[in-house]
């Protein structure tokens, strides 16, 4: 499924950035016809540039200059088009003495005077009205070009080389500034494809997660691994079972191969009952023809677990496990309260895969003990301080009242005992004194259940104090302490379950006589037990 969302999302991502890709080149295809078309633009008035030196401007030009020679007829500051200068006085006494001639000659002159058309002064008047402003006809223009001096003809080709030349300035800058806008826009797009590129691919993961999410939610669903409450999911007994199964797979790789067998199970006894399916590892006994019979009895036409029947072997052993530990708010430390639920789950499947029946309690303790079942075991956090009296006290009730004939009892803490819990129910903490001395009183009590065994595990610490705790509670229980890393605590416990072969064994010190001492007893519990230290 993942392989197939990424293959979807792939294909939507080329296909962006192709699209992407697509509108690049096609800007780079406009930019260089432009650059193309400039180019043919700026040879074109270079070529008119060069032809403007040779053309004749005495007489009216082909049509193509129509427009510049007109432009340049036009301009304001040329000098056709300034007024010439003002005359002198000389000048100005001279034509006044010759209107006065003019008029005497007049007077005594039988012939009619000429006089002669006024004139501004100016070399050349061609300027016309038209409706959209100043214009020149080709009339008109070629009379103009006809009475212009060589020196205002000179005057005119420099006018009309200068407009090229400001045409091709202009038409270059217009190109630079099309090549700065169109580098703009390409830079904006690759811009705009490693973004989109970028999206896609970050919704390509949070498409293919949320897919596995819900696939997996579906299928945990369907197992019966998870269950809805409310408005989220919760996990369930079968899916921490399952975890519980593979910790133990994991733990029972590290063990010694005497406990790996001791593990699979008693010995056994010969004798069987016909029963109802429980686990699937029973189906290797299956009763076929009951099965058979019990399926067509029910209307069905196939077995199913409810019609689903195993000889199982009848064990003669009854077996009670306690197992307490220590959740106060040091466990949080170091990683030592996940290994004590890790521990305790792998133990818990070790006990049912060798004693289905075993009655198995879990108890969680800080201020107050709690008793757990496998999920709120998992779910479980740290609380506050450490009431070992109140735990020991929890067991001495649960085993005392059993009618097992295997009760073994498993204590895991990783320091002193901090609080108590006094004869009006009230926890009081601070007092580490009173606190040992009730988790001592507590730890005789249950040393009186017969028959038992104990262990107390340590989880090291630096401080010698808590070592010298725990071995005074293990010896009034008279149990066996170990004090190991949290790395090692599933193997140490698989280990005692399967009454595995010590590694290193200190004996105690002789124990000193005290008001809590331990009742005296005959049998195996007088034997005096070791002090363990493993996983070191």
């Not at 993942?2 to 780079?28: F, K, N, S």
Request: aromatic share 4%.
């Amino acid at each position: 499924m993942r392989a197939r969302l990424r293959r979807q999302a792939d294909r939507r991502t080329q296909r962006i950035v192709t699209e992407y890709d697509h509108r690049i080149q096609e800007l780079e295809q406009v930019r260089v016809r432009s650059d193309a078309e400039v180019a043919a633009r700026i040879a074109e008035l270079e070529a008119r540039l060069a032809a403007a030196r040779t053309v004749d401007w005495s007489k009216l030009p082909s049509g193509d200059w129509l427009g510049d020679v007109e432009a340049a007829l036009l301009l304001p500051d040329a000098s056709w088009n300034r007024p010439p200068p003002r005359p002198g006085i000389g000048a100005r006494l001279r034509a006044f003495f010759a209107r006065v001639a003019a008029w005497f000659r007049s007077l005594f002159s039988r012939k009619k005077a000429v006089v002669p058309p006024p004139s501004d002064g100016r070399t050349v008047t061609f300027a016309v009205p038209s409706a959209l402003g100043r214009g020149l006809g080709p009339s008109e223009l070629g009379e103009a070009l006809s009475r212009l001096s060589p020196p205002q003809r000179e005057e005119l080709s420099q006018s009309v080389s200068s407009r090229l030349r400001t045409q091709e300035r202009e038409l270059e800058r217009q190109a630079e500034e099309k090549r700065r806008a169109a580098e703009a826009q390409r830079r904006r797009l690759e811009e705009e494809r490693a973004e989109a590129e970028r999206r896609a691919r970050a919704d390509t993961e949070s498409k293919v997660r949320e897919g596995e999410s819900r696939r997996l939610e579906r299928e945990l669903k369907e197992r019966g691994f998870v269950a809805e409450r409310g408005q989220s999911l919760v996990v369930t007994f079968g899916l921490v079972e399952r975890f519980a199964r593979l910790l133990l797979e994991e733990e029972t790789r590290q063990l010694p191969e005497g406990a790996r067998l001791s593990l699979r199970g008693e010995g056994a006894t010969g004798v069987y009952e016909k029963a109802r399916l429980r686990r699937a590892e029973e189906i290797a006994h299956l009763d076929v023809p009951g099965s058979l019979l019990a399926a067509r009895m029910a209307g069905q036409r196939h077995i199913d677990e409810s019609t689903s029947y195993v000889y199982r072997e009848i064990t003669s052993e009854r077996v009670h496990v306690v197992l307490a530990f220590d959740r106060s708010g040091s466990m949080d430390e170091a990683g030592k309260l996940d290994a004590a639920k890790k521990a305790l789950l792998a133990l818990y499947v070790a006990v049912r895969r060798r004693h289905p029946d075993a009655t198995i309690d879990l108890l969680a303790f800080d201020n107050t003990v709690e008793v757990l079942d496998l999920v709120t075991l998992w779910e479980c956090r740290a609380g506050a301080f450490t009431n070992t009296g109140e735990a020991l006290r929890a067991a001495h009730v649960l085993l005392q009242s059993s009618r097992a004939n295997r009760r073994e009892f498993y204590l895991i803490t990783d320091g002193l005992p901090e609080a108590y819990t006094a004869e009006d129910g009230k926890v009081h903490s601070g007092q580490l004194d009173v606190a040992m001395e009730q988790a001592l009183a507590r730890a005789g009590e249950l040393a009186t259940v017969r028959p038992l065994r104990t262990t107390v595990v340590l989880l090291k610490s630096p401080n010698p104090e808590y070592e010298v705790a725990a071995r005074a509670i293990a010896r009034t229980l008279g149990g066996e302490l170990v004090v190991t890393d949290p790395g090692r605590l599933g193997v140490e416990l698989l280990v005692r379950w399967a009454h595995g072969v010590e590694t290193e064994r200190r004996l105690l010190p002789p124990a000193p006589v005290a008001a809590t001492s331990v009742p005296a007893t005959t049998g195996k519990a007088r034997r005096r037990r070791g002090d363990r230290r493993m996983g070191g």
